[in-house]
């Protein structure tokens, strides 16, 4: 997994390419720092598998912004993985764009 970090301010945009599994999402929240973000967007265009810890690591962002008065919205996800978000019940917490 690849993930790069654009901060512009109180925003930030977090591009992942790979798969977010077990292995791998340890590193993302290790590499997520939402310190001073109000606007937070995942780039979720070159990803190709969400495995359970990874729903929890954008979980455990969604908290975060809601208790700094932010907003995240995830964007470029693919039809697959949207469907997974809806199945756990993202869809209806989270802001999602296809």
Not at 29 to 54: C, H, I, P, Q, T
């Amino acid at each position: 997994m690849e993930i790069e970090n654009i901060r512009n301010g109180e925003s930030l945009v977090c591009k992942i390419k790979g798969r977010l599994d077990t292995n791998t999402a340890p590193e993302l929240l290790e590499n997520l720092d939402l310190n001073g973000v109000k606007d937070l967007v995942f780039d979720l265009k070159e990803v190709d598998y969400v495995f359970s810890a990874g729903l929890r690591v954008f979980l455990q962002a969604q908290k975060i912004m809601n208790a700094n008065g932010g907003k995240m919205k995830i964007i470029n996800i693919d039809s697959a993985i949207k469907s997974i978000f809806e199945m756990v019940g993202f869809a209806n917490i989270m802001d999602i764009e296809s």
